[in-house]
């Protein structure tokens, strides 16, 4: 995002789970107790929520919308029905499915983070194998197979956003 020049945010999900070794508290996510989640959820302050995978993750609206009437592209990162709620809210938003090439290569990338036991692996392919049948409801998707080549695309793709924006206005 710094090398592209461009207006960009990302947007920092809220949720329920527990950090992971290295994450921070308001960089990574929010980290929330269920509590606090469940009154922010009947306050209207999400854009978005789901459950998944026994937490609830959410888009607080107070990172999307500032931004946005400034004129600032903001990036989600929200699975399947997060992307849909937001679609339905936001016609306009522009989708992009990031994803393995195959099931194998994203089973490999779960057992090596060391962070889920076997239970929680199988649960996340079965969740993973769910959301490919939706990659057609997207504008884009992008294979993440070779980090440099995947941020090429996803800046192709933002890059040429940008431009359509400068050209209308």
């Not at 026994?54 to 592209?73: C, D, H, K, N, W």
Request: hydrophobic share 35%; proline share 2%.
């Amino acid at each position: 995002m710094a090398e592209s020049g461009l207006r960009l945010h990302v947007s920092v999900s809220a949720t329920t789970r527990p950090p992971r070794q290295g994450e921070v508290d308001g960089k990574d996510y929010y980290f929330w107790s269920r509590e606090r989640f469940d009154e922010e959820k009947k306050s209207g302050a999400f854009l978005e929520w789901a459950e998944v995978y026994g937490r609830a993750y959410g888009t607080l609206r107070r990172e999307v919308e500032p931004y946005r009437r400034q004129g600032i592209g903001v990036i989600l990162d929200i699975d399947v029905n997060g992307a849909r709620q937001v679609r339905r809210l936001c016609p306009e938003v522009v989708s992009i499915f990031l994803r393995a090439s195959c099931m194998e290569a994203y089973e490999e990338r779960l057992r090596q983070r060391g962070t889920e036991n076997e239970e929680t692996i199988q649960r996340r392919l079965a969740g993973g194998l769910r959301e490919l049948a939706h990659v057609a409801e997207y504008d884009h998707q992008v294979v993440n197979d070779d980090l440099d080549s995947a941020v090429a695309r996803l800046r192709d793709i933002i890059g040429v956003l940008f431009q359509g924006r400068e050209n209308a206005g």
